[in-house]
């Protein structure tokens, strides 16, 4: 019972996460051709486009709070549907009133999935007592590649974006409300928690989580890097054909599939600070070898290792902040800590582009990808944060443990 009880649970998520893959990349693939379809001028876009991680932040701070009250499945059980509902009302509005509206649900959904999907995901690795978040993301990834293949499609054949959206939300909607059913809330929920673990848990968390909240900021400068000037820089700086420059950013989708569908294997071999440590080099390999590459080919390969070194970060600082949570203030300070971290996921995002794109204005593209490679970089000063903290309250994170399914009552 235990065990498929996990297992049913691990499988539920994993869904979620690959829902939430193809539910983003259909949205921010098509990003041209909603500002088509609404009119929005170039200098108003860069201002829905922030409006959305900036919401999702405030989103992924109220599920921090939100948690103290209802179980993380119960905020993911409803966010999800919201947010494939508000990307099909992006596909079937006409005013620029309704695009705002529409973006702004979004952004907060996403905000409260993005949370209270790791979160789950950090309760059940503590459950099974091994590395298995990276498996979660890889799941993501794939989500991403089919996103990101069925909005080409809709664009090559030149499909409405409602038209384009809707058989994916049909389909995609009650699948997420059927693995619903199985989410397993573990110890960081509402029920069983006493208040003085919590407030433990809030005095010290900032300060601890802080090493990893920069990781997380710097994973994600880097990330928005490949995806918003991949194929400028192929193009503009290597000399490709417009055709090639097309294909940095899918090696790099595919490379962080592959790593991610692996990455719990190292991890329990090696260690999880190892395994951030190669995965810190690779990536600044891949932006030095893209900022000196000669030509295109080159700048590809760089791009395609910059997939296996980044993809390893994020997953892994989810991961170390629920460790480092539960070890200093209890059982169910980790919730909230992977909210609080999650919001440094948008904070990257939102800096990544235009300090990319200013430097390179500025100064020069080559010159430019040293930077995020250099912010890559300070993970390794970090890299002790994810190694197994001396636990406090008696959590063994190497063992299975007992885990709290919320309000079914039961245990596995």
């Known amino acids: 019972m235990t065990d498929a009880r996990l297992r049913h649970g691990r499988a539920s998520l994993a869904l979620s996460f690959f829902v939430q893959g193809v539910a983003f990349a259909l949205l921010v693939t098509r990003i041209p051709a909603i500002q088509d379809r609404y009119g929005i001028s170039d200098g108003l876009l860069p201002l829905f486009l922030a409006a959305v991680p900036v919401l999702a932040g405030a989103g992924s701070v109220a599920t921090g709070k939100l948690v103290a009250r209802r179980p993380p499945g119960s905020v993911l059980r409803w966010s999800q549907p919201v947010v494939l509902l508000s990307l099909l009302a992006v596909g079937a509005g006409s005013s620029v009133w309704q695009i705002a509206l529409a973006l702004g649900v979004f952004g907060l959904a996403v905000g409260a999935l993005d949370a209270s999907m790791n979160m789950l995901g950090v309760s059940l690795q503590q459950a099974y007592g091994r590395s298995i978040m990276l498996g979660f993301h890889a799941t993501y990834s794939l989500g991403g590649i089919l996103g990101a293949s069925l909005s080409w499609a809709g664009a090559h054949w030149d499909v409405p974006l409602a038209v384009s959206y809707l058989p994916v939300v049909f389909v995609l909607l009650p699948a997420a409300l059927l693995g619903s059913r199985w989410y397993v809330d573990g110890g960081g929920s509402a029920s069983g928690r006493s208040a ?73 071999r090696f260690g999880a600070a190892a395994v951030v440590r190669c995965g810190t080099v690779l990536a600044a390999v891949g932006f030095a070898l893209v900022a000196v590459a000669p030509g295109p080919w080159t700048g590809l390969a760089g791009f395609t290792l910059l997939g296996l070194g980044l993809c390893v970060l994020v997953p892994q600082t989810f991961a170390a902040a629920g460790r480092r949570a539960v070890s200093y203030g209890g059982p169910g300070a980790s919730n909230a800590a992977v909210a609080r971290l999650n919001v440094f996921n948008y904070v990257g995002f939102l800096i990544g582009a235009p300090l990319v794109g200013g430097l390179g204005d500025a100064w020069s593209y080559r010159g430019a990808m040293l930077v995020p490679m250099l912010l890559v970089l300070v993970t390794l000063l970090y890299a002790r944060s994810f190694e197994p903290e001396p636990d406090r309250y008696g959590v063994d994170h190497e063992r299975p443990r007992t885990v709290d399914v919320g309000r079914s009552g039961n245990e596995v």
């Open 196 to 268: 003085d673990v919590a407030d433990a848990g809030t005095t010290v968390r900032f300060r601890l989580l802080l090493p990893l909240c920069l990781v997380m900021a710097f994973a994600y400068i880097g990330d928005s890097t490949v995806s918003n000037w991949s194929a400028k820089y192929l193009q503009d700086v290597l000399g490709s054909s417009e055709e090639l420059a097309t294909v940095p950013y899918n090696a790099y989708m595919v490379t962080t599939l592959l790593g991610r569908a692996v990455g719990d294997l190292g991890v329990r």
